[in-house]
């Protein structure tokens, strides 16, 4: 089965960190750019952070800019996002998606559909 699987949410306190993943199934991953994206009740579906094949160019939305890095490691078949100083305006259920490039940019991030179940990320008091 080809599948991408997010793990690594969780339940955190403002100002406490996490670090998800984004791992293929069945097919590698070095032939595509990677975004994370995050869905929240009563907001529109945002898209976060993206990656290119390379790892040259990435690209953040300004709410995360500063505080949340995204990665890859292409021998492992993951990406990842690593969020710092959480905000309880982050809490949602994040995505990753990844989109099939000929070249080392990174798309818009409207370009991108989520796929797979997702993990939540809840930051509360």
């Known amino acids: 089965q080809l599948q991408l699987v997010e793990s690594g949410g969780g339940l955190v306190q403002p100002g406490e960190s996490l670090k998800l993943s984004c791992a293929t199934r069945g097919f590698p991953l070095d032939y595509y750019a990677v975004a994370w994206l995050r869905q929240a009740p009563g907001k529109e579906r945002e898209g976060i952070a993206c990656i290119s094949r390379s790892g040259s160019t990435t690209n953040y939305a300004d709410s995360v800019k500063g505080r949340f890095t995204i990665s890859r490691d292409d021998a492992k078949n993951t990406a990842y996002l690593q969020m710092n100083s959480l905000k309880p305006e982050d809490t949602g259920h994040y995505f990753c998606?990844?989109?099939?490039?000929?070249?080392?940019?990174?798309?818009?991030?409207?370009?991108?559909?989520?796929w797979g179940q997702g993990t939540q990320v809840t930051v509360s008091s």
């Open positions: 998606a990844i989109r099939y490039m000929y070249d080392n940019e990174c798309p818009p991030m409207a370009d991108f559909e989520p």
